[in-house]
């Protein structure tokens, strides 16, 4: 059984910074990549930035220069820094992650946390 958990969203001043956290746990062999999406309401899930274990990151054009993402492979944790933040990063963001499961079997399976608000007031 593999576990997304994110924690750290609330409630935040334009301007303002936020740090997200998601810790991966579980039966796992690898995981690759670990990155966070998000929803606003009334709009599709969009992507924020992803990280893969060999240190690529990739980001939103939305978010470039505000967002940093890092993780640290040994415990299979991200955090998501997010400053400068806008009224329109509020949105519930996700965590997710590819895992593969068991050494002799190549196919990665998708994870999703559970969601973490974060709302910034303008």
């Known amino acids: 059984q593999v576990q997304v958990v994110e924690s750290g969203g609330g409630l935040v001043q334009a301007g303002g910074s936020l740090r997200l956290s998601c810790t991966v746990s579980?039966?796992?062999?690898?995981?690759?990549?670990m990155g966070w999406y998000r929803q606003a309401p009334g709009k599709q899930r969009e992507l924020v930035a992803t990280?893969?274990?060999?240190?690529?990151?990739n980001y939103a054009d939305s978010v470039k220069g505000r967002f940093t993402i890092s993780r640290d492979n040994a415990k299979n944790t991200a955090a998501l820094q997010m400053g400068s933040l806008k009224p329109e990063d509020t949105a519930v963001y996700y965590c997710?992650?590819?895992?593969?499961?068991?050494?002799?079997?190549?196919?990665?399976?998708?994870?999703w946390g559970q969601g973490t608000q974060v709302t910034v007031s303008s």
């Open positions: 997710y992650t590819d895992v593969q499961l068991t050494p002799d079997i190549p196919r990665q399976y998708k994870y």
């Open positions: 579980g039966t796992i062999f690898s995981i690759n990549p």
């Open positions: 990280s893969t274990s060999g240190g690529s990151t």
